[in-house]
């Protein structure tokens, strides 16, 4: 019984949080302005990370934990940097 | 899934319920993010996958570990500690970014450098939603 | 005292920290106590301007309230994208003046805005103590105001000056 409450919120999840990556990344293709894709990169870390977090539910394995850590440190570095850019970038224009 | 079959019942609605709470967060905010109009809209969208999006699957994957390993497992929350802290950082400078892109330019949707001190005593809240004259229906195509 | 350790809130979360990602025993402990003490060394040699809280039994009724917001909100903020093109919303940004000086208040007052789905914190200006918001649905702009100002201003002030 709890196998398969588990397996199926753990599916519906993980498909939500794929469809949630898939509209963070369109966005991030589309624009329409750098900021909007900072953002969208930004949004697409957040939503991968968590993507992970279930996987790791899924799997019983807690290395996905680290995975997921890792890419959360990564994208704020990312995004960070990004966004100084944005700054930066038309200061010297 | 076959470590799930240790899980007692009332673990596994637990981790469901947080999980599905958490994906469906997650899920709305890009939706939001995808949909809205404009910049400054668009950034409230994700903070609900960052907020309680991610608090409820950090809690479901912490319930679902201590449950199986029959001890404390916490360190889920360290990621919950970290995005908290990191995201208004991120947001706050791609918002000043955004603010100095679009001021440079001159958008007009975006209010002045500042307003002159001694206004500042009567604090002018309406003039800027005023000066958005297309920001208001912004949902509406 | 404080010339050996200089941060003891943050030589305790950092031990914390360190035990949660590997596990808990003495060794760990150890090893996560010499990096910690390391770690404010470095921290103390950069001369970082120390935050300084006047009380701290409000500290957890500010974090209450902040996550009884933020989940009042993230079910606004939900329901406002679910409903799509069927409600008219009004978007737009705000000027707060603020008697907010104390630069951790300050941080904190921007991690608990920008944390709460609905409003983002866009610009600070410091010389003029201005804060400039964007508000997703701004209906009532006296009542946000009141909500920033005390709701969250008036138990800073308290925490911190």
Known sequence: MSVTILFW????????????MVLASVRMIKGPRAQDRVLGLDT?????????????????????????????????????????????????? | MNHAAHLPLWAALLVAIFLLIGAGLALIGSFGFYRLRNFYDRIHAPTLGTSWGTAAIVMASMICFSVLQSRLVLHELLIGVFVTVTTPVTLMLLGRAALYRDR??????????????????????????????HNSKN??? | MSKILPYPLLTIFLIIMWLLLTNFSLGQFLVGTILAFIAVQGLAALHPAKPRLRRWDLLS??????????????????????????????????????????????????????????TAWIDYNSTQDTLLLHIFDLVDETAWRNLIKNRYEQLLLEIFE
């Open chain 3, 61 to 118: 009724k500010l974090i209450a309230i902040v996550l009884y917001d933020i989940v009042r909100s993230n079910i606004a903020v939900a329901k406002i994208i679910l409903q799509g093109s069927k409600r008219e919303r009004i978007s737009g940004f705000m000027t707060i003046p603020l008697d907010l000086r104390d630069s951790s208040g300050l941080a904190l007052l921007s991690v608990i805005i920008t944390s709460t789905p609905g």
């Open chain 1, 9 to 20: 919120a753990v599916t519906i999840a993980q498909i939500a949080l794929a469809i949630a």
């Open chain 1, 44 to 93: 697409l870390y957040v939503n991968s990370m968590l993507q992970l977090l279930v996987f790791g539910i899924r799997t019983g394995n807690t290395l996905y934990f680290e995975i997921s850590l890792i890419i959360g440190v990564l994208g704020f570095v990312a995004t960070v940097a990004l966004a100084k850019f944005l700054m930066r970038g038309e200061v010297i224009e």
């Open chain 2, 139 to 141: 949902m509406n195509d």
């Open chain 2, 104 to 133: 440079s330019e001159g958008n007009p949707e975006v209010p002045a450098i500042s307003t002159p001190k001694g206004r500042l005593d009567k604090p002018q809240l309406t003039k800027e939603s005023e000066s958005v004259p």
